[in-house]
């Protein structure tokens, strides 16, 4: 999957911070059947096939409240609202009963949820004059009990803690950990086939293949201008390297989640 997010902040305060973040994404799953049988007859002998989708994602609109200021240490509080923009009626062409057809999509391949969701998030930071750390926890929580579609994807508690060194004031480095807990989606997924060529469909179909936890390691660099025709302006690089999952049923692993990401001040 690759996503392209704009987002756009405003302090009308010292203390308020208001945001607004829109999303493009893409994503691309292989598959492979292994036919056995009369069900080779299903699938016409072809053992693989992709499916792909593309287009604007959930907008979210939100804010961050500082309440806590004391010398180096600070805290805010976030809030945003997920609105079900991005798409939940993919469809493309995948294998089943009377041959390949243009059939709807399981729910990791939509583009949005389907259901306004809440943001809360919670952060600490203490700063020194070439190094800081800091933790945050922050979650995802489904608002309705199903969308459009007959599912509602799980919720989603996460917790990171992370230190960073300033080697000069052009660039920063940072490490840390991040843990994820997602629960099951819940109900069924309308108009996604559940038989396929050896009796079951994509793993993908199935709320039992859902949810899960995972820690990962995070390296990350930040270069800064403070000065010159580009003052204000930085680019971040984010690695996370799952260090341990544990995922529910039969589900694809994470390898790696690479972030990129260009900010400007003015």
Do not use: C
């Not at 994602?57 to 240490?73: A, M, P, S, T």
């Not at 803690?161 to 807990?181: F, I, K, R, S």
Request: proline residues 4%; hydrophobic residues 35%; aromatic residues 10%.
């Amino acid at each position: 999957m690759d996503m392209h997010m704009l987002g756009l902040m405003y302090a009308p305060t010292d203390k308020l911070t208001l945001m607004l973040m829109a999303n493009y994404t893409d994503i691309e799953m292989d598959h492979r059947i292994f036919s056995q049988g009369a069900a080779n007859m299903i699938n016409n002998g072809s053992t693989k096939f992709t499916t792909e989708t593309s287009g604007l994602g959930d907008v979210k609109i939100g804010g961050l409240y500082r309440f806590y200021l004391e010398e180096n240490r600070k805290a805010h509080l976030g809030l945003s609202l997920s609105l079900p923009t991005g798409s939940i009626d993919e469809k493309d062409t995948t294998p089943g009963m009377g041959g390949p057809a243009n059939r709807q999509l399981p729910a990791p391949m939509q583009l949005g949820s389907g259901t306004y969701d809440l943001l809360p998030s919670l952060t600490y930071v203490q700063q020194f004059e070439d190094w800081s750390y800091g933790a945050q926890a922050n979650a995802i929580i489904r608002l309705e009990s199903e969308n459009d579609n007959g599912y509602r994807l799980g919720n989603v508690f996460g917790a990171t803690t992370w230190v960073g060194y300033n080697l000069n004031e052009w660039v920063g480095l940072n490490t840390g950990l991040n843990y994820t807990y997602t629960s099951k989606l819940k109900g069924s997924q309308d108009d996604v086939g559940t038989m396929g060529p050896n009796g079951k469909s994509v793993t993908t179909a199935y709320e039992s293949n859902t949810g899960g936890e995972r820690l990962d390691a995070i390296f990350g660099i930040n270069l800064y201008v403070p000065t010159g025709s580009l003052k204000g302006q930085r680019i971040a690089i984010d690695l996370r390297l799952p260090l341990w999952q544990d995922l529910n049923g039969y589900q694809l692993e994470t390898d790696y989640a690479l972030t990129l990401g260009w900010q400007m001040a003015f």
